[in-house]
């Protein structure tokens, strides 16, 4: 089944692995997200996010803002692209256009169609696709340690915007079992946005996209936060 898929991402973070097609001589999130953008085009899926090609140089931030609710509003999935530089510190939450892609990603909005109707959108499912960094490592956000025996994955997820954190380890009746050094391990679709390596992602899309579908089946098992901090 085809879906609608918007992708949210921080155009000029340069800290990332180079990928092969770049055309800017090193690499920046654009880039994958443009290997996403070819994959979904040989698809039944429907990419609703702006084209490389695509130049809102001549609109105000407001006009870029509309322009970007109404790519949202028609999509069911969104895609994040977690890189290294993705987050501004110095800048609040509600001044960045990731959060706030993410915020209107999880709001069912209404709006009148052509006829003069109501229509309302449903929550979006949301997917986190991590970008290796410059020297092609996850561990500035995710690291595998020995928790267990098993051993397990750690999120760092200090490093992300709190409407992400927010909605991570959110399963209302989670399941969990804890280590012989204390350590707390989460089992199953613990969080609302589900996690993936970019090199996992991109060699099996599908599976990863219908997994966040499956998650969204069941988003009343979340503690869902949509408001910006």
């Known amino acids: 089944m085809g879906r609608k898929i918007f992708i949210s991402y921080k155009f000029s973070d340069d800290n990332v692995n180079n990928i092969s097609g770049s055309t800017r001589g090193s690499s920046n999130v654009r880039d994958y997200v443009n290997e996403i953008e ?18 809102l140089s ?7 803002w509309e322009h970007l609710k109404d790519r949202i509003y028609d999509s069911t999935l969104t895609i994040i692209m977690v890189s290294p530089n993705m987050k501004e510190y110095f ?10 892609e993410i915020s209107y990603s999880l ?10 109707d109501s229509v309302t ?11 290796p960094d410059r020297n092609n490592s996850y561990s500035y956000y995710m690291d595998r340690k020995s928790c ?15 409407i992400m954190s927010n909605n991570m380890f959110n399963l209302k009746e989670p399941n969990t079992k804890e280590c012989d050094d204390g350590s707390i391990i989460h089992h199953g679709d613990y969080s609302y946005i589900s ?3 970019w090199s996992d992602f991109i060699s099996n899309m599908n599976k990863y996209i219908e997994k966040a579908y499956d998650i969204k089946e069941n988003i009343s098992s979340y503690t ?4 910006l901090s």
């Open 38 to 55: 070819g994959k979904i085009g040989s698809s039944d899926h429907i990419y609703k996010a702006e084209s490389d090609s695509e130049d």
């Open 58 to 64: 001549d609109l105000t931030e407001d006009q870029i």
């Open 91 to 100: 800048k609040l939450e509600k001044e960045q256009w990731i959060p706030r």
């Open 107 to 116: 709001k069912a909005i209404s709006r009148k169609n052509k006829n003069g």
């Open 121 to 131: 959108s449903t929550e979006n499912a949301l997917l986190a696709v991590v970008v």
């Open 148 to 162: 267990c025996s098993s051993g397990c994955i750690t999120y760092k997820n200090a490093n992300l915007f709190s």
């Open 195 to 197: 996690v993936v390596k």
């Open 224 to 227: 869902i936060m949509k408001e």
